[in-house]
């Protein structure tokens, strides 16, 4: 999406078609997620949003909750082989920035990282608007399903309840979140916050349980 003119959304089924086109004549595919990245189309990249797979992405902004300047770019797995791959003649990294490293950039990087991602109960979640499904699991690492038996979902329903909020378990484990239509922006406050330490206090009940983590990654 444009930001410079306005919220931009691009045209229905115009990056599908710009990503096949692309594809088909092996042309790289860089995409920049200053704006959209981290949440801000609902989902954590903007490109999650349109179902496109970059070969290098850009970000900066939400990078420390513009809290500090900061940037940083990533590439897919064989190109960051090629450029290490060409910087073996001269023995340093190939490709820098003029303030790359920056020891408090990346120290409040790393820390407004921590805070996106600190309920790793949280596997992944989904939907659009007042329609959310979220998906609970061992560890964000792994992303492998809890033991049925354990109950995951249904622990976290019933802390959510004893704090007033009303939520439902659906198997296998995935929270179905969708409130009143008349909720307004407190209300929203009020209810993931409870839902947050609904989380908590399931993530340390069942922390240092046996886990069976020969279970496979599920797809979404």
């Not at 490293?101 to 990282?113: D, F, I, K, N, R």
């Not at 929270?175 to 908590?200: G, Q, R, V, Y």
Request: proline residues 6%; charged residues 20%; aromatic residues 10%.
């Amino acid at each position: 999406m444009q930001s410079g003119g306005g919220a931009i959304r691009p045209p229905k089924g115009k990056w599908h078609a710009m990503q096949t086109v692309i594809r088909k004549y092996d042309i790289h595919f860089h995409v920049d997620e200053t704006v959209c990245g981290f949440g801000r189309t609902g989902h954590y990249w903007g490109v999650e949003a349109f179902d496109l797979t970059p070969d290098i992405t850009t970000c900066a902004k939400a990078l420390t909750a513009a809290f500090f300047p900061i940037s940083a770019i990533m590439f897919r797995q064989d190109f960051f082989d090629d450029l290490m791959l060409s910087s073996d003649a001269p023995g340093v990294l190939g490709h820098g920035f003029t303030y790359a490293g920056h020891p408090v950039g990346a120290a409040v990087a790393s820390e407004a990282l921590k805070i996106y991602g600190d309920i790793d109960l949280i596997g992944h979640v989904r939907g659009i608007g007042l329609f959310c499904g979220i998906q609970l699991v061992q560890g964000k690492g792994t992303r492998a399903l809890w033991d049925p038996a354990l109950k995951v979902g249904t622990m976290v329903q019933n802390r959510a309840h004893t704090r007033g909020l009303y939520l439902r378990p659906v198997p296998p484990d995935r929270i179905s979140f969708m409130p009143p239509l008349i909720i307004n922006e407190d209300e929203i406050d009020e209810a993931t916050a409870i839902l947050k330490a609904a989380l908590d206090d399931v993530r340390a009940e069942v922390k240092g349980r046996a886990w069976d983590l020969s279970r496979t990654r599920p797809s979404w």
